[in-house]
């Protein structure tokens, strides 16, 4: 939970963060973009990594490439031991029960079809019902669109009000005998609100209903405890942490994950092969078919060590901040309108600009050196329920400063003068 949701009586415990000195670890923090000194204000999309992450993942391929679990020599058992090295610090990192509950995916995209095609496509029957949230992203749409379709299934959506924010009322009321599953986002990638997971696990749990949770972009602002959320399954993706990409992870629970088919078939996720039949390897292998992308495993592992340092109370109480400072400068442009208004938020700001289109605002920001995001962010139905094409997404990390606000609020002031 972000200090923005906390009791506003609470004395801040936490000590200052010092942006400066983490700043000057992330070197792409420091380029020029367009004659001026880049504002980079898009992690929503991709966060920019330290210098400890480019170097591990360099230090990998030139000091310890092999590949991982097919040799004895010393060099792969190097490579393996370092692979699963981080398959530990990441089930630390989301509290699991067991380390064979983290498998190693390319990112959250890759973890919910890894649910839906194995999980879904072997529960769901004609007539059975998938729940998800009128503010998913396409990610977490279109994977169940397609296991539906094929098994006859159907899709519920969970309302929101123009706040942005889910009708829990209206979440229960849609549970029933049918629903075979429940698919939500823990913080909506477009609007930045907050939803309570915990408590929508629970109300599914209570009948029998398992849940997966969107963690893409939850995991870089929030604490994470899988055991305590409880939910079933929590999808995560390494490059909007400060990790490389093409990684990422799913977190199953050990009996969910146990009782589901495989999802690709190749070397490594098998115990033995005969024409006539294969039996799988033991968890998580059964799950990382083929060889995994080692170095960004190892990177992944130094963005969790460099997050590990950090005082993430102040992590928190900084991003809560340039939140709520954002929104006061910006909601005081002429024609600025903010989208999505909940009352627990991470550090995203989606604006539209009136008689300008998004395109536009991103393109006259750019050359003033601010980099933010325009369109629909992979949530078309989030826009036509807000009755809009797109929308420009500012979104903070704990690396960016209020300076770089200010410097937003003037860039998107230049547009205002531009278009009158």
Not at 133 to 153: F, T
Request: hydrophobic share 45%; charged share 20%; net charge neutral.
């Amino acid at each position: 939970m972000t200090a923005a949701s906390k009791p506003a009586s609470r004395a801040p415990v936490h000590p200052v963060l010092d942006v400066e000195r983490i700043r000057a670890d992330f070197p792409l923090l420091a380029l020029r973009v367009n004659g001026r000194p880049l504002v980079y204000l898009d992690s929503a999309a991709t966060s920019q990594k330290p210098q400890q992450v480019i170097d591990a993942t360099a230090s990998y391929y030139a000091q310890a490439n092999a590949n991982v679990h097919r040799a004895v020599y010393s060099l792969s058992e190097r490579a393996t031991a370092a692979y699963e090295g981080v398959r530990g610090q990441v089930q630390r990192f989301l509290g699991a029960a067991d380390p064979r509950e983290i498998v190693f995916v390319r990112g959250a995209t890759e973890a919910i079809n890894l649910v839906a095609h194995s999980f879904g496509r072997a529960r769901l029957r004609s007539g059975d019902e998938v729940v998800i949230s009128a503010m998913e992203h396409h990610s977490d749409i279109v994977p169940w669109q397609l296991v539906c379709e094929e098994r006859g299934a159907h899709l519920r959506v969970i309302p929101m009000n123009r706040d942005g924010e889910l009708l829990l009322e209206e979440y229960a009321a849609l549970l029933n005998v049918r629903t075979k599953l429940v698919a939500v986002t823990h913080v909506s990638n477009s609007l930045g609100t907050i939803n309570p997971v915990k408590e929508m696990v629970a109300l599914a749990h209570a009948r029998g209903i398992p849940v997966l949770v969107d963690g893409a972009q939850a995991a870089p602002h929030l604490a994470v405890d899988v055991r305590d959320l409880d939910c079933d399954f929590y999808a995560v993706s390494g490059h909007k942490m400060i990790g490389p990409t093409g990684i990422g992870v799913l977190y199953g629970k050990a009996e969910r994950l146990e009782g589901m088919p495989p999802y690709q078939g190749g070397g490594d996720m098998i115990r033995s092969v005969t024409f006539e039949k294969t039996t799988y390897a033991p968890l998580p292998a059964k799950f990382e078919a083929g060889t995994p992308n080692i170095a960004g495993v190892v990177g992944l592992g130094a963005a969790l060590d460099y997050r590990a340092a950090m005082p993430w109370a102040a992590v928190e109480a900084h991003e809560a901040d340039l939140l709520g400072y954002a929104t006061e400068r910006l909601s005081a442009i002429p024609g600025l309108k903010i989208v999505g208004t909940a009352r627990h938020k991470v550090s995203v700001v989606s604006f539209v600009l009136e008689g300008v289109h998004a395109h536009d605002i991103g393109t006259i920001v750019d050359q003033q050196g601010v980099a933010i995001r325009s369109g629909h962010h992979c949530t078309q139905p989030v826009m036509d329920f807000f009755g809009v094409p797109a929308t420009a997404r500012a979104s903070f990390a704990f690396y960016n400063t209020r300076r770089e606000v200010d410097a937003l609020a003037a860039a998107v002031m230049t547009v205002r003068e531009v278009f009158g």
